[in-house]
């Protein structure tokens, strides 16, 4: 009996159709967990990353990605540099916050090399880039508050002039001075007396500056907005128009800053300083860490009380970007900057002779835009499942952010999967799909693939 009962079970299980049999794809719980309680204010590729060595990270599948994101222009030593997990476990067991009612011993230290660096005076230290913003913003209107206005009534010297095409954080007062609509409308009304000026026009610039503007915010290379350089005619006229009007200007150095253009910073091609840098992004080597820098005329205007943070600055992530400033010294990164820098340039510009959809090549250094005539989202799709992290802004332009530390294999390597992921596309429906239209591509990827 048994034996028949047996015979009978298998054949009900044979003759099941493959479909009924096939396993269903596990989802991983943690990927549950975060779209269950986390805020949906990302759209995430549906993997989990669990570490990094170098220019490359790893998914809980053991999956290797080379990472030409860079945590969108953080991770400038690449993952698990030995001299910053070296920094961050001595200093995690001495000390991690103080406060700043007390001098640490990595706070000055930091401030000095930072001078150096920039030629700036002063420094305030954030926790992020978009902080760092808001604080200038405040510096800017200090600065333009003449000492015969009440400090109850508004000042006349207090509109803000920043860019079209600009991107500048999340907070209010950076959203409110970020010009792409679709990250500042839904919180309107947003903060009175900011204004657009078309980047790197200088007519507009000059017919909407006045005595009453307080600053001149600009990226030194538009980064969200698709990697713009600002020319060399618009900094030297908005230099000039701020410093006869009694205004600051504000260089956003927060994604083009501290090395990734080859320079320490982005304005040193240009014969001018900015009164105010704002930077972030690499400083910490991936800890939480930003920063304003000023002449001492701007610092000089604001005192104890005005501003101010609980966590900018604490001795662990100063430490830390000490150890990244210093790391990229000793090693002369800022030479394998220009050098890999050059060697994807020229090598994007030899695909752009085989795919006729790519438009333009933009950059500096490690900062490149390749910008498309058909959207880039499928790409970035095709990327990642060939093992290629990179993402797409504004719609059209593939971004690249690579590692400082990029070796010229890594370039090369770059290249190779990047002209494979081009080829697949334009095997599929990619290259028939005119600019105006969306592509079809794998929906949750593709909604992951812009910022």
Known sequence: MRAASKSRASAASAKKP?????????????????????????????????????????????????????????????????????????????????????????QGPLALKLSEWSGMDRVFFSNSGSEAIEGALKLARLYGRSPEEAPTSPSKKHRILAMTNSFHGRTFGAVSATATEKYRLPFAPMLPGIEFVNFNDVKDLESKFDDTVCALLLETIQGEGGIHPVSEAFWNRARALTAENGAVLIADEIQCGLGRTGRYFGYEKFSSKPDIVVIAKPLAAGLPLGAILASDAVAEKIGPGLHGSTFGGGPLVCATALEFLKTVEDNKLLENVRARGTELRAGLAALAKK???????????????????????????????????????????????????????????????????????????????????????????????AR
């Open 18 to 106: 493959k479909a009924a049999r096939a396993t269903v794809a596990k989802v991983d719980p943690r990927v549950s967990n975060a779209d269950k309680f986390l805020v949906p204010t990302y759209k995430r590729a549906p993997f989990v990353l669990t570490h990094g060595r170098g220019c490359y990270v790893f998914d809980a599948d053991g999956k290797k990605y080379l990472d030409f994101l860079g945590g969108i222009a953080v991770n400038a030593l690449g993952h698990a540099h030995p001299r910053i997990v070296k920094t961050i476990r001595r200093e995690a067991a001495r000390a991690i916050h103080f406060s700043n009612l007390y001098h640490n011993e990595f």
């Open 355 to 449: 795919f006729n959809f790519i438009r333009e090549i933009r950059g500096e250094g490690l900062m490149i835009g390749v910008e498309l005539s058909i959207e880039g989202a499928p790409f970035v799709v095709e990327a990642t499942r060939r093992g290629l992290l990179m993402n797409c802004t504004h719609d059209f332009t593939l971004r690249v952010l690579p590692p400082f530390i990029v070796t010229k294999a890594q370039v090369r390597e770059f290249l190779q999967l990047f002209e494979s992921v081009l080829a697949s596309n334009t095997t599929s429906k990619a290259e028939s799909v005119p600019a105006a239209k969306k592509p079809e591509s794998s929906p949750r990827l593709a909604r992951s693939a």
